[in-house]
């Protein structure tokens, strides 16, 4: 499937170097603002096609692609979800606008490819929804949860950081939508040490009477799941019950492709983001129309979508 | 009579023994040298070589220059070894660093006082874009453990004839409605951004401020002082000196200088400024004299050729920080660095 | 030159909230509110030990709501301001912050670990637009140099800190530390500045003293050092020692003993002491608020809890990170089953 990136900061690129790994998928444009960003010189370097017209580089080359990854900010989200949508496009959304449906692969991924905007919650919220869902499917009565994610402060730039309090509040959203449970709560810890800490993400809930067996059951099963797409997921401290709450520890190593290894916050909320748009790809490849045919012999005509 | 070469290595040689303890910390490290070409990163490669070559070091470099291939062809001794690495490119346009970059030094500048005159644009260009490719792109390193980034004794401002040394403290400010302002305000403007990238991001980074040096690889081509002092000497032609010849300089021979760069890059702790050069202060007239006694016959020093107009100045670091928090010393006087240097220009 | 007053903040009812694993009662907050406000001290701070919207799985959960125990405190505090410890991560501005500006809380400390201050914007912001008084706190300071200090609070400064005040929250600093980071911040800040000791190394006071030697003007201390870990500094001594030296306060010497003789047969069961386990933890520069938790997971999974707090230092943890603590001591107990088994072949 042809997709394209707006947005070239460092999720941006990451995301490119993710894209241009994949089987599945090929990066027509590269758009942004500065075409002199690291981002841009690097996808230039790389032979993918670049424009510094942001979304009116989209619109002008809508037709050389299927589907948008959108890395900008959720105010400029909210403005390009209505073109995308105008375009036919279909949207994966990074930022938090929280417009379209939230997507987390382990979990929603049939459901989401009948949407046409899907957005990645956070990157707490990939980490610790599959398993927050998971000890909702393995327990009755769960009165509350949390999740703590610990960050290397220095994978939190300064538009995570001021945005602090929306990051808690949508991790919580998510954390409830998945869960079915209305009482959540996110937490999160930036920790500065050298050499910097992986990711960690620990869920924690409030029980009446859990049963700890088929939730380790049910929190292997979807960490083999989110493992398809996020390699460096790991259970440290696989479901255990202290002090009256069930806790549940995973570790996320980011794979460096652009960004550092330690930045597995950054490296989540991009696997899922692929997941999701090679999910779509393979979903087209299964059910060839005609336009199809003929994109998939790798002569695209321009006009396809009529 | 000993080559080039081997006067070099004898250099690095007497300027590593009994020190390479202070520099343990870069063995098994891999450094990334900008502007790895010049005749800082000549000699900082010739002492890595020795490191590697003699004391087990198994130091990687990988030396980023518009001039890496060519360099590497013109010193085959260091372009031969294996664990340099050249890189072509420019530092304005740099985008990423090898992931495995631990260490770094930004040494990257356009310096020729010609091209301040001819080309300041590029100068302010160069230096302080190429600060800020650099910073961006060490940020997403993920076990940066040390960036050095090399600025300039100019950055404080004219020295007061009446203050002996200036210390990392000092600051007598310059104007800046002046196109010769260019690289001293370039190199302060890198330093600013730096130190705005270390509160942001928390980088490991140590700034030098090198003065004034003597050594072979130097080109007599620049107009210095000391370099036009030794070229008109081996032409045979006078030593011409503006003024009295008041005007007084330190000079520091190039492997302290680089031994110093590379101890502030092992050992200097983060946020930290140190000044790298000779704190023995030596007036042009004696520079000229301690010049022309290694000429037979030797050759004239005209003094006070240039208009009345020229300006006595004075540029003397006081280098103890460097002494006490690198622990690094100066090993070869000025004497004997004239000598070398002459010695090392004669030898073809 | 006469000293100018020192203003003395007294987090009993939250920093001793570690103390007893954030079981205060809404009996305990009315009886020693009303005790502070006669001792005359400045601020009293309440709530949970992490500050607001803390109350959680992770750090412990508060035996009161946040709201119930503000309210109990404001309705007992006149002259005395009550205060409340901000942790961006935690409390969210729009939701906890607002919630305690409604109760009527006076004073917002906003902290954060000692090197991201940049995390306090928006928080400090929101309280100085809304009318309150907001001081910038950073914790955990052992962690950084004064370098970095002046930075973090000169960030905090301009965001409209009205104060800066340095948490030892590991208690692992000495008197020369203190004075070293807090004279710098006196000497180049335009806000006052102040000091929070733990007492791991017994030098609570030693290092408060020190603090307001170079220039502290606001000194935090509890009663009968009612904190997390080793324990504050004693408000009562604190506040003993400041009269043999002449400082000046507006707390009245005799209500301060009063307030820690109802502290101590309020909180008999909790009060703070110094132990092995204390010791270790301020050697390895961990949290103080940790204790608790620590030896809980220590006795459930059998290890050893000064291990724990050598390993978490080691970790550089940070305050916030409790949950590190399982996955510490799980790791450690795997390790001890693995060396039992082996040395049994």
């Known amino acids: 499937m042809k997709v394209a990136i707006l947005g070239t900061g460092n999720i941006g690129t990451d995301l490119l170097i993710k894209v241009l790994r994949s089987p599945w998928l090929e990066c027509r444009l590269f758009a942004g603002r500065n075409l002199s960003s690291p981002g841009m010189m690097k996808a230039d370097q790389l032979g993918v096609p670049v424009s ?223 997941a999701i748009a090679e999910a779509h790809a393979k979903k087209k490849a299964a059910q060839p129309t005609a336009a199809n045919r003929i994109a998939s012999s790798h002569e695209k005509p321009t006009h396809h979508r009529h | ?106 040494a990257a500048a356009l310096t020729d006082r010609r091209l301040f005159a001819s080309n300041p644009t590029a100068v302010g260009e160069v230096n302080g874009m190429g600060a800020i490719r650099l910073l961006r792109a060490a940020n997403l390193l993920e076990d940066l453990k040390k960036i050095l980034l090399v600025s300039s004794g100019l950055v404080y401002g004219a020295q007061p004839l009446n203050v002996e040394r200036i210390g990392e403290n000092f600051s007598s400010g310059f104007a800046c409605d002046n196109a010769n302002a260019i690289y001293a305000e370039s190199k302060r403007f890198a330093e ?61 021979y190039a492997s302290d200088y680089a031994f110093w760069t590379l101890a502030a890059l092992a050992r200097g702790e983060a946020r930290n400024v140190f000044n790298l050069g000779s704190p023995e202060p030596v007036d042009l007239l004696a520079l000229a004299r301690m010049i022309t006694q290694h000429f037979s016959p030797a050759p004239e020093i005209l003094t006070k050729v240039g208009q009345s107009g020229h300006e006595t100045t004075r540029l003397v670091p006081c280098v103890d920080k460097a002494r006490k928090e690198l622990g690094v010393e100066l090993t070869v006087p000025l004497a004997e660095a004239i000598q070398k240097t002459i010695h090392w220009h004669r030898t073809a | 030159m006469k000293s100018p007053r020192i203003i003395v903040t007294d987090p009993t009812l939250r920093d001793g909230s570690h103390a007893c694993s954030h079981q205060i009662s809404v009996e305990q907050i009315r009886r020693y509110a009303t005790a502070a406000e006669a001792a005359g001290v400045d601020y009293l701070e309440v709530g949970h030990g992490n500050g607001l919207g803390a109350s959680s799985l992770q750090v412990g959960l508060s035996l009161v709501p946040e709201r119930e125990m503000l309210a109990t405190a404001r309705a007992c505090l006149k002259n005395t301001g009550l205060s409340v410890h901000v942790m961006p991560g935690f409390a969210t501005a729009n939701r906890e912050i607002a919630n305690a500006i409604e109760v009527g809380v006076d004073l917002f400390r906003v902290g954060s670990h000692c090197t991201e201050a940049d995390l306090t914007q928006r928080h400090i912001s929101y309280v100085r637009n809304a009318g309150k008084e907001a001081w910038g706190i950073l914790m955990m300071t052992h962690m950084a140099s004064k370098d970095v200090l002046l930075e973090e609070s000169k960030k905090m400064q301009s965001y409209g800190a009205q104060g800066i005040v340095l948490m030892d929250s590991a208690g692992a600093a000495v008197p020369d530390d203190v004075k070293q980071k807090i004279g710098l911040l006196a000497d180049k800040l335009e806000v006052p500045v102040g000091f929070h000791a733990h007492n791991n190394l017994g030098l609570s006071v030693a290092n408060s003293l020190a603090a307001l030697e170079v220039g502290a003007r606001i000194l935090d201390g509890t009663a009968r050092g009612f904190g997390a870990g080793a324990g504050n500094a004693p408000l009562e001594l604190v506040v003993a020692a400041m009269q043999r030296l002449g400082y000046e306060c507006r707390a009245d010497l005799y209500k301060v003993l009063d307030a820690g003789e109802l502290a101590e047969e309020l909180f008999a069961e909790n009060l703070p002491v110094s132990n092995s386990i204390t010791i270790v933890s301020g050697l390895a520069g961990v949290f103080s608020g940790f204790a608790k938790p620590v030896q809980r997971a220590a006795k459930q999974l059998d290890v050893d809890p000064r291990d724990v707090f050598v390993e978490l230092g080691k970790r550089k943890v940070v305050g916030g990170q409790e949950d590190l603590i399982l996955e510490v001591a799980s790791e450690l107990a795997a390790r001890k089953k693995h060396n039992g088994a082996a040395s049994h072949k």
């Open chain 2, 1 to 106: 009579m000993k080559s080039r070469q081997e006067q070099v290595s004898l250099d690095t040689e007497a300027v590593l023994s009994g020190r390479t303890d202070l520099l343990q910390p870069l063995a098994g490290a891999n450094i990334f040298i900008t502007g790895g070409t010049g005749f800082l990163g000549t000699w900082l490669l010739e002492l890595i070589a020795m490191l590697n070559a003699k004391h087990k070091f198994n130091t990687h470099v990988t030396v980023f220059s518009r001039s890496a291939p060519d360099f590497a062809r013109r010193h085959k001794h260091l372009g031969a070894r294996k664990e340099f690495h050249f890189l072509e490119g420019d530092i304005r346009y740099l985008t990423e660093l090898p992931h495995e970059t631990d260490y770094i030094i930004h």
């Open chain 1, 52 to 274: 510094s017209k942001s979304i009116q580089g989209i619109a002008e080359r809508h037709a050389d692609f299927d589907l948008v990854f959108d890395a900008t900010s959720a105010e400029d989200h909210r403005r390009h979800a209505k073109i995308f949508s105008e375009l036919g496009l279909l949207a994966v959304d990074l930022t938090p606008a929280k417009i379209g449906k939230m997507c987390v692969p382990a979990v929603n991924l049939e459901e989401c490819l009948r949407e046409e905007n899907v957005n990645m919650v956070s990157c707490g919220g990939q980490a610790s929804i599959p398993i927050a869902h998971a000890i909702a499917t393995a327990n009755k009565d769960i009165e509350y949860v949390e999740t703590v994610s610990s960050i290397a402060a220095r994978s939190a730039g300064p538009a995570t950081r001021i945005n602090l309090d929306e990051y808690l509040c949508t991790t919580e959203q998510g954390i409830a939508a998945f869960s079915h449970c209305a009482n959540t709560k996110a937490i999160l810890n930036l920790n500065p040490a050298q050499p910097c800490v992986h990711m960690q993400t620990t869920v924690l809930a409030k029980i009446k009477s859990p049963d700890l067996e088929k939730t380790r059951v049910a929190v292997a099963a979807i960490v083999l799941k989110i493992q398809e797409y996020v390699p460096g997921y790991q259970l440290i401290v696989p479901p255990m019950i202290e002090n009256n709450r069930l806790a549940v520890m995973v570790r996320v190593e980011g794979r460096g492709d652009y960004l550092p290894k330690y930045a597995g916050n950054l490296d989540i909320i991009n696997c899922a983001a692929i």
């Open chain 2, 192 to 252: 600013s951004f730096a130190m705005a990238a270390v509160s942001e991001a928390k980088l490991p980074l140590v700034i030098t401020r090198p003065f004034a040096f003597v050594g072979p690889y130097q080109s007599l081509e620049l107009p210095w002082a000391v370099t036009d002092f030794i070229r008109d000497s081996l032409a045979g032609r006078p030593i011409k000196i503006m003024g009295e010849g008041k005007t007084v300089r330190s000079l520091m």
